[in-house]
């Protein structure tokens, strides 16, 4: 760990510096097993092109199961060493499954998650949203990017709202929030009772 969890936002305001980037696993072309030797190496390609963090795109996304992104974590923060910061991404279909594997980035060395929600996540409520995004948070020391996104297949106004946000960027190790919503007064509101707690990007 780089950083206490009551540390984890000062830690993001001096990491998170310059461009982060993502990216996908590879497979091999006969078995369609996860390729090792092609993943370490666009893990060492990545490495001097300046960029501060890799998200890996993980799960449904990346047509893995959550066995191999236990392995591709793990081979992503190997390759990586301290020389780029590891960020999961955690969209699987239970809360369990999503706790499980945050836990597992955090152990592995990854400096950071990131909170998607499943496609079979329908919450009645923005409380059950807090709710479910607060019990991964807890569950780990690590910091937390949040990610609310128009692929949420939420009840109207598709989204979740910035007053509800506001609330998750209270949370301790909630460090920053990914823009997944084209919606300007949206944007604008986030920035206005947020923006100077976490970090708001694209």
């Not at 279909?93 to 060395?109: P, W």
């Not at 300007?184 to 009772?193: G, N, P, Q, T, V």
Request: proline letters at 4%; one cysteine or more; charged letters at 25%.
């Amino acid at each position: 760990m780089q950083y206490n969890k009551n540390e984890a936002k000062e830690w993001a305001r001096e990491a998170y510096q310059g461009l982060d980037t993502t990216i996908l696993p590879s497979f091999t072309p006969d078995t369609l097993e996860l390729d090792e030797a092609g993943i370490r190496h666009d893990m060492r390609m990545l490495l001097p092109q300046g960029f501060f963090a890799v998200t890996l795109v993980s799960g449904g996304e990346a047509g893995t199961t959550p066995e191999e992104d236990r392995r591709w974590v793990e081979w992503c923060v190997d390759e990586a060493g301290d020389r780029l910061g590891v960020t999961m991404n955690v969209r699987y279909y239970t809360l369990d499954e999503n706790i499980a594997m945050a836990r597992h980035a955090q152990d592995a060395g990854c400096h950071s998650i990131m909170i998607s929600y499943p496609t079979n996540f329908h919450p009645r409520s923005e409380d059950r949203i807090y709710e479910f995004t607060k019990a991964i948070c807890d569950a780990i020391d690590i910091g937390v990017i949040l990610f609310p996104s128009v692929k949420n297949d939420f009840a109207p106004p598709y989204r979740v709202s910035a007053r509800t946000l506001a609330r998750l960027a209270e949370i301790d190790n909630v460090i920053a929030m990914k823009i997944g919503v084209l919606e300007w007064i949206w944007i604008d509101e986030c920035f206005r009772l947020f923006g100077d707690s976490i970090l708001i990007s694209y």
